[in-house]
Nanobody
């Protein structure tokens, strides 16, 4: 099995920055696309960014120029650098990964999420 654990969330002031991390562990053969989603209370979950195994990244229009997704394949970790945060970015941020396991299985996994609150 595979586990994803997010870290780095917290309370920041508008204009501040945070870097989220998501580390995958378990019986991993390869990790393909990884991504970040977010969900605010009363709103549906939205895709923030994705990154392929080779490092090709895509970001939602709402975060382009402010957020940057990256990954370290040697550490099985994906990051989300968030700059110039605004209150509208307040949400629970969750990471996801498409994983090929040693058993031959291929599945999508989710972390439990980390809270990001932007407030003065």
């Amino acid at each position: 099995q595979v586990q994803l654990v997010e870290s780095g969330g917290g309370l920041v002031q508008p204009g501040g920055s945070l870097r989220l991390s998501c580390a995958a562990s378990g019986r991993i053969f390869s990790i393909y696309t990884m991504g970040w989603y977010r969900q605010a209370p009363g709103k549906q979950r939205e895709l923030v960014a994705t990154i392929t195994q080779g490092g090709s990244a895509n970001h939602a229009n709402s975060v382009k120029g402010r957020f940057t997704i990256s990954r370290d394949n040697a550490k099985n970790t994906v990051y989300l650098q968030m700059n110039n945060l605004s209150p509208g970015d307040t949400a629970v941020y969750s990471c996801t990964a498409n994983v090929a396991e040693h058993s031959g299985g291929y599945s999508s996994y989710w972390g439990q999420g980390t809270q990001v609150t932007v407030s003065s």
